[in-house]
């Protein structure tokens, strides 16, 4: 009869496959990154973790220069019986893979060394150290280093410089280098006169 023909009802909850997300592009200094793309799926909310600072709906992006981790995952959006709104997976399907993304520091400014006589090499500008990044430098064109060979012959001679990403950050290499916003410092220009006429 009526009084004991069914038990009573119980929900539960089979929450989605874990997000497998990909990184997205590095950024310049003051510019936050794009959070990877996450499948919707009905009844489930995306949260994200950024840096080991926690999961959130709504996580604030970093702007500030060094290699940033990433992480999303599922939670019920609405309670579901005895599981409550914000409810996670299980450890199969808790969480994303990591990724990382890189904000690289502005350019460098440069300010340009002295003149000197020849014979004698100029002084590298000096660059602001970055945790993280390495400052390399090329000269009259040449290629990047951190320790270019500085000409001693008499003529103009142009150095730029930039900032490099001192070891690997997810799948960044160590020496990876900056998107075009934030590549490369302006030349600047350093004259080595001739010696004086004897």
């Known amino acids: 009869p009526a009084g004991c023909t069914e038990s009573n009802t119980v929900s539960v ?28 799926v009905a009844g489930f ?6 840096d080991g600072a926690g999961y959130s709906s709504s996580s604030t992006v970093p702007t500030t220069p060094g290699c940033h981790n990433v992480q999303a995952r599922y939670v019920l959006t609405s309670d579901c019986d005895g599981s409550l709104a ?13 990724v990382s993304i890189v904000i690289f520091p502005t350019q460098p400014t440069l300010t340009p060394p002295s003149n000197t006589c020849a014979g004698t090499a100029f002084t590298l500008p000096t660059v602001t150290p970055v945790a ?15 320790s270019p060979s500085v000409p001693t012959t008499a003529g103009c001679h142009s ?28 030349s600047v220009n350093v004259v080595i006169f001739p010696s004086a006429p004897v």
């Open 13 to 40: 909850t089979i929450f989605p496959t874990k997000p497998t997300i990909t990184a997205t592009a590095n950024t310049c200094e003051g510019t936050g990154f794009s959070l990877p793309t996450v499948t919707a």
């Open 45 to 50: 909310t995306v949260e994200y973790n950024i």
């Open 86 to 98: 914000g409810s996670t997976g299980p450890v199969l399907c808790l969480e994303s893979n990591t």
């Open 132 to 146: 993280g990044f390495t400052v390399q430098y090329s000269v009259n064109g040449g290629a990047y280093s951190t």
């Open 159 to 186: 150095v730029k410089a930039r900032y490099v990403l001192n070891s690997a950050c997810g799948t960044n290499a160590a020496n990876t280098t900056a998107p075009a916003g934030c590549l490369e410092s302006a």
